[in-house]
């Protein structure tokens, strides 16, 4: 799609560090990892988010996630690893083209700030899952 960068990425006119590649996916180096390591699965056809795309390449792309992170633990001795995917500009999606982040988490990185928890009451948290069930 023109006006991609991950688009431009994969055509191999804007270079990036490649971890890995296969015939539906690349894995590349974020430009601005937020730790040592940081991953980006991304397909080679453009999906604009999670759900443009099919059930089939999402599991694939989850199985590549999965053998990003054990080499970030093997190779780079990271005791734990995030996976992040954000749709949408609410989610703090930036690059409208899929992609999963796979980040190798090390003790006390301070790589990431999780949500605040809220305090919902049984009533609150029924209503919700009526609607989701
Ligand atoms: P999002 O906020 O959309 O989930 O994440 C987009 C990610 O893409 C960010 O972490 C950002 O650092 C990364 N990124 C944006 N442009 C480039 C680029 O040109 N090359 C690489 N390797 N990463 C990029
Ligand atoms: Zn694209």
């Not at 699965?41 to 053998?67: C, T």
């Not at 790589?111 to 305090?119: R, Y």
């Not at 948290?125 to 009526?130: H, Q, T």
Request: with cysteine.
């Amino acid at each position: 799609m023109d006006n991609c960068i991950f688009c431009k990425i994969i055509a191999g006119d804007i270079p990036s560090m490649r971890v890995y590649e296969d015939e539906d996916c690349i894995a590349i180096l974020d430009i601005n990892p937020a730790a040592p390591g940081h991953t980006l699965v991304i397909p080679k056809k453009h999906y604009q988010d999670l759900f443009e795309m099919d059930e089939a390449m999402a599991g694939k792309l989850m199985m590549v996630a999965q053998e990003i992170g054990k080499r970030q633990m093997e190779r780079l001795g990271a005791p734990g690893v995030n996976l992040v995917q954000n749709n949408g500009a609410s989610a703090g999606q930036t690059v409208l083209h899929f992609h999963l982040h796979v980040i190798p988490r090390y003790e006390n990185d301070g790589a990431m700030v999780l949500w605040d928890p809220t305090q919902p009451t049984m009533d609150d948290l029924k209503a919700i899952c009526d609607k989701l069930a």
